[in-house]
């Protein structure tokens, strides 16, 4: 069968249409700028990328227009709608109402919106993405699968603050984590791969991109992870802070002259590895002007790499142990740096680094030496396809 797979933002939507039999990928692309003026990326299997400038006020022209690129006469991946089976869309945050993905239904729709404080700006751009498709393709099957769900296996002593209960109790301020369909893909990955049994299975996945996070499976099973009510929380980001003194925030609103929003854009949009090296956000940006001398830039890379050894060391005491640990996402996949310092902090676990696997890229590989106690691998995330198999498995 065919899944278009929807990943809608608040002024972009992802998709790509995969075939769930062969799982090719048979088109995919964004739209971009949406209710500002509008750009069409397709680009079909095999194929050169097509962008097309055109308007989109809203997301039903958005959609509409991948529609027409999908089916197009002489580009198109598909010859009609009917040949799209179901859809499968990205939503952000569940809250502690779903723990798998579902079939949406008018009940679902009513609960991904009581979801929306939760994340403002994330789930109405979802709930927009799932009701246009509903108009333009009547009766296809639709299903959500949400960043929170995997981590709902976590039990209450990892989700639960040091706040008063009552924030707990009326307004569901919990760790929540996020990236959970990258996290479940990976570990079970990471499980079939080194063969592991996955009733008896311990697995750090290090979810490391513009976005990281870090998570401890436990037989399949989420049992902590990094990301917090919201993703800010956790390792220092591309322009995330990642974990700070709660303090701080009062501290720097008063030197700088800022309310709770202007806290908030430093912490969420000018922290992290841009505002360590006030250079860039982009890993790659850094790992060069770090090469060139720039301090701040090595300074970033360093906090970045201490911060997610220090997470691993706490998630081996969660866990009671570790057989695999596993680098995932833009930087964990194509930053073997980043993997060496890392590992270079883990030689209590026994881990060596086998440095010339640690220096191939693109495949699903283990980067510790035959003889490491602990297996360390890299494992490429794709979050379209584990949607794509979550959305069949719902629709058989
Ligand atoms: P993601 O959010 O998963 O797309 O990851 C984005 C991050 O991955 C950015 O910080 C990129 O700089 C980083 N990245 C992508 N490719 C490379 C590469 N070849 N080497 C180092 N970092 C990379």
């Keep these: 069968m065919n899944v278009l797979v929807i990943n809608c933002g608040s002024s972009s939507l992802k998709y790509q249409l995969i075939n769930s039999d062969t799982e090719e990928v048979l088109a995919k692309g964004l739209c971009e700028r949406i209710g500002i003026d509008g750009r069409l990326v397709y680009q079909k299997a095999g194929c050169d990328k097509e962008v097309t400038e055109a308007a989109m006020p809203t997301h039903k022209e958005a959609i509409q227009m991948v529609l027409d690129a999908l089916t197009n006469d002489k580009t198109g991946a598909i010859e009609s709608l009917k040949e799209i089976d179901a859809v499968g869309h990205r939503v952000v945050h569940g809250g502690e109402k779903f723990a798998s993905s579902v079939v949406i239904d008018d009940e679902v729709i009513k609960a991904v919106e009581e979801c929306n404080d939760l994340a403002p700006l994330h789930n109405p751009a979802n709930l927009i993405g799932i009701n246009v498709c509903k108009e333009l393709m009547p009766g296809v099957p639709m299903e959500a699968v949400f960043d929170t769900a995997f981590h709902q296996t976590m039990p209450a002593k990892d989700y639960l603050y040091g706040l008063p ?10 760790r929540y984590g996020f990236h959970g369909t990258s996290h479940s893909f990976v570990s079970k990955r990471t499980v079939e791969f080194l063969g592991l049994d996955p009733e008896n299975s311990k697995v750090i996945v290090c979810h490391l991109g513009n976005g990281s996070s870090i998570s401890a499976v436990l037989n399949g099973k989420c049992i902590d992870t990094t990301m917090g009510l919201t993703p800010l929380e956790g390792v220092v980001m591309g322009t995330r802070s990642g974990n700070i003194d709660p303090a701080i925030m009062e501290f720097i609103a008063k030197k700088e002259n800022l309310d709770i929003a202007g806290i908030m854009n430093v912490l969420n949009k000018k922290s992290g590895l841009q505002g360590l090296s006030n250079l860039s956000s982009d890993f790659r940006d850094l790992e060069n002007a770090a090469k060139s001398g720039n301090k701040n830039a090595e300074n970033a890379i360093e906090v970045l790499c201490y911060g997610i050894a220090k997470f691993v060391g706490g998630y081996v005491a969660a866990l009671n142990g570790v057989d695999a640990i596993t680098f995932t996402a833009g930087i964990g996949e194509n930053a073997a740096t ?18 010339e696997a640690n220096g191939k890229r693109g495949e699903e590989i283990v980067i510790s030496t035959p003889d490491s106690k602990v297996k360390v691998c890299v494992i490429p995330t794709n979050e379209e396809l584990a949607i794509c198999r979550e959305t069949v498995a719902l629709v058989k």
């Design 165 to 174: 209960i009552e924030y707990y109790e009326k307004y569901k301020v919990r």
């Design 338 to 355: 980043v993997r060496e310092k890392v590992v270079g902090y883990l030689g209590y676990l026994g881990i060596t680094l086998d440095e």
